[in-house]
């Protein structure tokens, strides 16, 4: 019979260290449990992918971007309308090609008392619009005209379209048809130059009104 109850004594020990082991593991995990959130939420902080100043970056980055692209389609646009309006200017110094004539362009008759306020090549130019039958108040249209084209400069050249003297012939060799010297004499290359405005626009005054309005003629 003691046996029997040393027997029993004996498990019911086990059983209390087995219910004191119990506790005390649970007393362990819920003490470690809090533990790990503050890594947990440090790995979430350290997870975000991009803060704001990352995100204002990005689009200041991307506004520039596209600034640039409007920038340059903007230039390129430029670029084509100006080349368009020197195309466009070519008919104003051309007439159909037509030959040389071979010979030197007429000379200039004496200069009338109304073209002697001017000199030069705008005393010479006044004389032969007077001659081509326009009036002085034609003249000043030319005289603006060929101001504006090349300040009545015989050698003027436009470097972009390769226009020519007075005029500003396209190309200059078209001025062969009123004299072989259109090169280098003033009187052939405003002969020519009256020659075409009467042709396309009637009269001077109409030719300075187009060049105005459209910045060629």
Not at 27 to 48: L, Y
Request: aromatic share 8%; with cysteine; proline share 6%.
């Amino acid at each position: 019979m003691t046996g029997l109850w040393n027997r029993v004594g004996l498990y019911r020990s086990l059983g209390v260290l087995a219910l004191v082991g119990a506790l005390a593991g649970g007393v362990a995990v819920a003490a470690d449990g809090p533990t790990q959130q503050p890594t947990t939420a440090n790995n979430a902080s350290n997870s975000e992918p991009l803060n704001v100043a990352d995100f204002e970056r990005q689009d200041a980055e991307r506004a520039e971007a596209e600034r640039a692209a409007r920038d340059t389609a903007q230039r390129k646009a430029d670029e084509a309308a100006t080349a368009a309006a020197e195309k466009k200017k070519s008919p104003s110094a051309s007439t159909s090609k037509g030959a040389s004539t071979g010979k030197p362009g007429a000379g200039v008759p004496p200069a009338p008392a109304s073209c002697q306020v001017y000199s030069g090549h705008r005393q010479t130019g006044c004389t032969l619009t007077l001659a081509a039958g326009f009036d002085l108040q034609q003249f000043a249209c030319l005289e603006k005209l060929f101001t504006k084209e090349s300040n009545w400069n015989p050698s003027a050249r436009n470097k972009s379209s390769g226009a020519y003297g007075i005029p500003q012939a396209l190309p200059g060799p078209k001025m062969a048809t009123a004299g072989s010297d259109w090169e280098t004499n003033a009187a052939t290359q405003i002969r020519w130059g009256l020659s075409y405005i009467k042709g396309r626009y009637t009269t001077p005054c109409n030719a300075w009104g187009h060049s105005q309005a459209n910045g060629w003629y």
